[in-house]
């Protein structure tokens, strides 16, 4: 394309962004040529984030739990799954599971974000029983719990509906859902990562059925491997989709692959221009989904933090004991302080404001930092 025609096709988007029309299929490709400059898709990206967010930057103070990393599936761009019988192999016991609820607790965590490997031996009640000793021990802590791949697992183990699964799931003290599994919609490229489990149709199928049940959920999307921008922004175009229907999403996470120690090795992990090209995309494309989240332990805190001006308004939490990114080379530390993360928004022009989960201010005991209460919903924040 030659400059005139391309400088035309960017006004017309940046008319369409300016005056909140719908960015269409072509219009999220043509912003990934790499001839389109990125500060400029960042600045559009901008504007749409301060619409929505005005100058907050969120956080929350959370760990994960990753109960076992045996998995009956073998998903190419794994390095945290396990075969039963490698001694890397694991699965915690209940003094495990409850220790870190302990933990969490003395560190004023708001959150766990449990996710694991579909283990070969384990029952359905073995991952509903987590979730019911975390809630009965720690019943403040918000129990963000297993994908919609895990979800999928679950319904094929007990022969019931998603919805059964998941209401039973929520008495035992399911709060929310987080957004892994979505990896890349597209079955050319699902197909090469994962062919065998949960398809599309059942992610998305588990997502709104979540929402129905009045559950929020999260959504990401894996990029950075094997696909092109075409099925990245047809992913982006079906969570958008399904956002129309359910209003359930409260926040989308890209998530850049990390090749070390997975089968697809010889490939190179995504560059920060890409990083925070598709950061601004998702931004541009999402209009009805309210967070973007820069996943600092995935992108590098410099990433992160320039993120919050390409369409981020969201850092993620301090975290603890992250395996499925560290697994995979990330060089990032293992977890943040509370302080840390502050100046890191700060630093980025930011104003910090801490949330739960499910988006509500958090209030912190001025005298005791692990004691905390729910304020105000934060949603939705609108610049002024
Ligand atoms: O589904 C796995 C991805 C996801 C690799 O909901 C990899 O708030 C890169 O979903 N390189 C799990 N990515 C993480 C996830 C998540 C993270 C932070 C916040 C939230 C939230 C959700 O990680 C998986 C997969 O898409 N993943 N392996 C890898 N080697």
Redesign the pocket.
């Known amino acids: 394309m030659i400059k005139a025609e391309l400088d035309a096709r960017f006004r017309e988007i940046r008319d369409k962004v300016e005056s909140e029309t719908r960015l269409s299929l072509d219009d999220g490709i043509f912003l990934y040529e790499p001839q389109v400059p990125l500060q400029a898709v960042g600045e559009l990206a901008n504007l749409v984030r301060e619409r929505k967010n005005g100058n907050v930057g969120y956080f929350n103070i959370n760990t994960h739990l990753n109960p076992t990393n045996v998995c009956v599936y073998r998903?190419r761009?794994?390095?945290?799954r396990s075969d039963l019988r490698d001694p890397k192999g694991y699965a915690m016991s209940d003094e495990q599971v409850l220790e870190r609820g302990r933990e969490a607790t003395e560190n004023g965590c708001t959150e766990m974000?449990i996710?694991g490997g579909l283990h070969h031996q384990r029952p359905y009640e073995w991952y509903r029983h987590i979730v019911e000793i975390l809630k009965q021990g720690y019943p403040q802590i918000h129990l963000?719990a297993w994908?919609a791949?895990e979800i999928n697992w679950f319904e094929f183990q007990t022969k019931k509906s998603i919805r059964w699964v998941l209401e039973d799931m929520r008495e035992a003290g399911l709060g929310s859902m987080?957004?892994?599994?979505?990896?890349i919609f597209h079955p050319e490229v699902r197909d090469q990562l994962c062919e065998h489990k949960a398809n599309t149709h059942a992610w998305l199928e588990i997502h709104r059925t979540a929402h129905e049940v009045g559950l929020k959920t999260?959504c990401?999307m894996?990029y950075g491997h094997v696909e092109q921008a075409y099925h990245r922004v047809d992913h982006l175009m079906r969570l958008r989709e399904l956002q129309d229907q359910t209003g359930g999403f409260q926040?989308f996470?890209p998530?850049?692959?990390?090749?070390e120690n997975?089968k697809l090795s010889d490939l190179k992990k995504p560059s920060a221009l890409m990083d925070l090209r598709t950061m601004a995309i998702s931004r541009l494309m999402l209009d009805n989904i309210q967070h973007i989240?820069a996943?600092w332990?995935?992108l590098g805190i410099e990433t992160a933090q320039t993120a919050l001006a390409y369409g981020a308004d969201d850092i993620?939490g301090t975290v603890r004991h992250e395996l499925?990114?560290h697994d995979?080379g990330a060089t990032t530390p293992q977890c943040l302080s509370v302080d840390a993360i502050k100046q890191l928004i700060t630093e980025a022009g930011r104003v910090p404001i801490e949330r739960d989960t499910i988006y509500q201010e958090v209030i912190r005991d001025p005298s005791d930092f692990t004691k905390w209460s729910i304020g105000r919903s934060l949603e939705p924040v609108a610049a002024t």
């Open positions: 998903c761009f794994c390095a945290f974000h996710v963000k994908t791949v987080p957004g892994g599994g979505a990896e999260n990401t894996l926040v996470i998530l850049a692959f990390h090749p997975t989240k996943y332990i995935m993620d499925i990114y995979a």
